[in-house]
């Protein structure tokens, strides 16, 4: 039997997220297909997403934005989704911002919305509202969070020039996006604690490093 082609790939950066796999890959939408791209995890995760379905891409180079590119590139279907991998995102509300996209955006990110007082620390808050100020003056586009989870065609999505292969990515898809003309929307999502220890906005270093990155993109 000739496999069906999804039409949404939601790409799914992965280091070491055993413990939130499950609960995320339960969550991708009937019609979508989950792309777990391993960022170097040790904890088996490869595994478990191969068992639950998912195609599992290999990224040698470290780095979120290298693996968010390297499941932008295993992508086949004609949009395309990036989500978190740490059960913090919904990956099921990648089917609302694709509603938005077919409604003549172009590119839709989830501005996202605490459930809890424990979601979203403090410091990554008050940084997230400091960047977002920035690129709204950059761009014009009225983003108050330049969140983890957004979808676009996947081929325009390709010809973007995106250089930055850390933290910085997200922003810079905006950026080139901004820059391309195209129409770029925000949709609220529910954010939730996540699961296991995070590696990035979970610390004030991990914090810092990520404003460092994406400074350095807007500074570009």
């Known amino acids: 039997m000739t496999p069906v082609t999804p039409q949404l790939d939601i790409v799914l ?8 796999l499950p609960w995320v890959l339960d969550r991708i939408p009937p019609g ?8 170097g995890s040790t904890d088996g995760s490869p595994d478990i997403a191969r068992a639950r379905g998912a195609l599992v891409v290999t990224c040698d180079r470290r780095g ?3 693996a968010c590119h390297a ?5 086949t279907a004609e949009f395309v989704a990036f989500c978190d991998c740490d059960a913090s995102l919904d990956p099921g509300d990648a089917l609302r911002l694709l509603d938005g ?10 501005r996202r919305r605490p459930v809890s007082r424990g979601a979203w620390s403090l410091h990554a808050r008050v940084a997230n509202v400091e960047l977002a100020r920035r690129v709204r003056r950059r761009t014009g586009a009225d983003l108050r969070d330049v969140g983890p989870l957004r979808v676009a065609r996947r081929e325009p999505l390709l010809a973007l020039p995106i250089a930055d292969r850390r933290s910085g990515y997200p922003v810079e ?8 003309g ?14 296991g220890r995070s590696k990035v906005t979970g610390t004030v270093r991990g914090t810092l490093q990520a404003v460092r990155d994406m400074s350095a993109v807007l500074a570009s």
């Open 101 to 110: 996209i077919r409604a003549g955006a172009d590119l839709v990110v989830g």
């Open 182 to 195: 195209w129409t770029i929307v925000q949709e609220d999502v529910d954010y939730a604690p996540r699961t």
């Open 64 to 66: 979120y934005g290298a």
């Open 32 to 39: 979508a297909r989950a792309v777990v791209v391993d960022n």
């Open 13 to 20: 950066p992965c280091l070491d997220e055993a413990g939130a």
């Open 173 to 180: 898809t905006v950026l080139r996006a901004a820059q391309a």
């Open 71 to 75: 499941g932008l590139e295993a992508a």
